[in-house]
């Protein structure tokens, strides 16, 4: 979860690594900064002349400063030049964390206007984490094995979400409002691909949601309501780029509500 969204994670800042790297920082103050009160005060009392390398970790020095002096042995990354004096903390964090290599699905995720509950959903099921029948009867789990959205097949991912024929006639029915075709693109920032990003977003976790909704609450929508519940989201949620891109299919969508309500 700590790792780049390119990468398949979610971004979210490690804590520990990042405290880490924060106590490092004082290390490297405590060496190069003499002219601060507290740093001269730890100076005087426990380095008393010695350099970083030479001094051991006072016994007696309190809890705090045996921490910042216990960093020493990895200040050689704050002496690298690829670490600047701004933003030390940042540059030797991502350093900590290395690199990593990117997954295929990245566009989807990064730069992504749907809802954070729709983008979680879309992460969990490039993944192949969400819980569908397939792998809750890999558990040895009694459950039935028939996707409930066309009473066909087995439900697999790739099944729910690109090969039932309800997920299908769904996808078609959205790329004909915005008039794409299968093969559209959603690499890049233009408007087309922003607002595509969006639309598979918001598609995968309302297809999602009506599963679960026809799984435990016996309640079914029918295709067109979920479609026109996906075009709704999608216009409140576009950004300025992908609303360019929508503009042209809004006075469509408003004539469809007016005659819903
Ligand atoms: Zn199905």
Same mark, same amino acid.
């Given at each position: 979860?700590c790792?780049?969204?390119s990468?398949g994670?979610l971004n979210?800042?490690?804590l520990?690594?990042?405290?880490?790297e924060a106590?490092l920082?004082?290390?490297?103050d405590?060496?190069?900064k003499?002219?601060?009160l507290?740093?001269?005060?730890?100076?005087?009392?426990?380095?008393?002349g010695?350099?970083?390398?030479?001094i051991?970790?006072?016994?007696? +020095?309190c809890?705090?400063?045996?921490?910042?002096?216990?960093?020493?042995?990895i200040?050689?990354?704050?002496?690298?030049e690829a670490?600047?004096?701004k933003?030390?903390?940042?540059?030797?964090?991502?350093q900590?964390?290395?690199?990593?290599?990117?997954?295929?699905?990245?566009n989807l995720?990064?730069?992504?206007? +749907?809802?954070?509950k729709?983008?979680f959903?879309?992460w969990?099921?490039?993944?192949?984490?969400?819980?569908?029948?397939?792998?809750?009867?890999k558990?040895?789990?009694?459950?039935e094995p028939?996707?409930?959205?066309?009473?066909?097949?087995?439900?697999?991912?790739d099944?729910l979400?690109?090969?039932?024929?309800?997920?299908?006639?769904?996808?078609?029915?959205?790329?004909?409002?915005i008039?794409?075709?299968?093969?559209s693109?959603?690499?890049?920032?233009?408007?087309?691909a922003q607002?595509?990003?969006?639309?598979? +977003?918001e598609?995968?976790?309302t297809?999602?949601?009506?599963?679960n909704?026809?799984?435990?609450?016996k309640?079914?929508?029918?295709?067109?309501?979920?479609?026109r519940?996906?075009?709704?989201v999608?216009?409140?949620r576009?950004?300025? +780029?992908?609303?360019?891109?929508?503009?042209n299919v809004?006075?469509r969508?408003?004539?469809?509500?007016c005659?819903l309500?």
């Amino acid at each position: 979860m700590c790792t780049p969204k390119s990468a398949g994670g979610l971004n979210l800042v490690n804590l520990k690594g990042w405290n880490k790297e924060a106590i490092l920082k004082m290390c490297w103050d405590i060496e190069q900064k003499q002219d601060r009160l507290w740093i001269k005060w730890i100076h005087s009392y426990y380095i008393k002349g010695q350099s970083m390398e030479e001094i051991r970790v006072p016994t007696q +020095a309190c809890w705090m400063v045996r921490k910042i002096l216990g960093t020493k042995e990895i200040l050689h990354i704050l002496h690298n030049e690829a670490v600047g004096k701004k933003s030390m903390i940042r540059q030797a964090y991502k350093q900590m964390l290395g690199s990593f290599s990117k997954v295929e699905w990245r566009n989807l995720i990064c730069c992504n206007s +749907a809802r954070p509950k729709a983008i979680f959903t879309l992460w969990l099921q490039a993944q192949n984490r969400l819980l569908t029948k397939d792998r809750i009867l890999k558990w040895k789990m009694q459950v039935e094995p028939v996707c409930v959205m066309c009473n066909q097949e087995e439900e697999t991912r790739d099944h729910l979400f690109y090969d039932c024929i309800f997920a299908r006639k769904l996808w078609r029915r959205l790329l004909q409002w915005i008039d794409q075709n299968s093969s559209s693109n959603t690499k890049g920032k233009n408007p087309q691909a922003q607002a595509l990003r969006l639309i598979y +977003a918001e598609y995968i976790y309302t297809l999602w949601k009506e599963r679960n909704t026809r799984i435990f609450e016996k309640h079914e929508t029918t295709m067109e309501n979920i479609a026109r519940r996906i075009a709704y989201v999608c216009c409140a949620r576009a950004n300025i +780029a992908a609303r360019l891109f929508l503009d042209n299919v809004l006075f469509r969508i408003c004539c469809c509500f007016c005659l819903l309500f």
